[in-house]
């Protein structure tokens, strides 16, 4: 993970930053011929109390080549940063800068803490309940529990409540633009470029100003730099030059 990383850099902007792992399960159906008819992703409402990550949803996806369809997210707890981590990895993180923030989450985020517990003590028939809300029709034998991924939440310091969770992603850049570290939620397709960006212009900042660069980037995102809600026609070509490349196009 990228926290052990920042915390061996020493820079002084990682300071006081902790992570705490969460896994993301889902109810994987098995039956190629309920999978065949669900050619959509569907979302419903998160329960009251519950995290904005934890908005469920069904969602057909392909996986080792095959097609699936999955239903969650539930979430799970693990001391590991990756999927394939240490089980000391979150004990490994603890720092005297960061102690502190972390159990100051705790006790001002209890309720995050409480449904985190009773995710984790959900039997597959707890879970399948849930999604027979969201369909009626399923049979429990076609569905198992698949464990989809890794996440390190953060925690950081915080002047007014000592340390709060950032649920997102956060990019922490050096003062001398020598490192940038990604920490939290890995960026999706709608925030990957922006992310991106952001780590272009902390480390080659000289670069990002230079003609040459710029030149390059506009051939690459001809909107770079440019609004697409003051120039209209900007906005009609690169909407039409995304539907064609994404395949959206009749």
């Given amino acids: 993970g990228s926290l052990p990383l920042l915390q061996k850099s020493g820079i002084k902007e990682g300071k006081g930053y902790g992570g705490f792992p969460v896994s993301g399960k889902f109810m994987k159906c098995t039956n190629p011929e309920v999978i065949k008819d669900h050619k959509a992703k569907v ?96 049979k429990e034998e076609d569905w198992d529990l698949y464990t989809a991924g890794q996440r390190v939440q953060i925690m950081k310091k915080d002047p007014q ?49 230079s003609g040459k660069w710029k030149e390059k980037l506009a051939e690459m995102i001809p909107s770079y730099g440019r609004s697409l809600i003051e120039d209209a026609e900007l906005c009609r070509k690169t909407r039409k030059a995304t539907a064609k490349v994404l395949e959206l196009e009749e």
Avoid at 55 to 69: A, K, N, T, V, W
Avoid at 175 to 186: K, R, V, Y
Avoid at 195 to 209: K, P, Q, S
């Fill in 161 to 209: 409540k000592g340390g709060i969770l950032k649920l997102g992603t956060e990019i922490i850049n050096s003062a001398d633009g020598t490192l940038s570290a990604l920490l939290g939620a890995s960026p999706g397709a709608s925030t990957a470029v922006t992310t991106m960006f952001e780590v272009l212009e902390n480390c080659f900042a000289d670069e990002m100003a």
């Fill in 43 to 138: 979302y419903g409402k998160a329960a009251e109390g519950s995290p904005p990550m934890s908005m469920p949803h069904l969602d057909e996806r392909r996986i080792d080549g095959e097609g699936s369809l999955l239903f969650g997210p539930y979430a799970g707890m693990s001391m590991k940063f990756l999927k394939t981590g240490s089980g000391l990895d979150l004990t490994k993180s603890l720092r005297f800068n960061n102690i502190r923030p972390m159990l100051a989450v705790a006790k001002n985020e209890f309720g995050l803490i409480k449904y985190l517990i009773g995710q984790v003590m959900q039997s597959k028939t707890d879970r399948f309940k849930f999604l027979k809300l969201y369909f009626p029709d399923a």
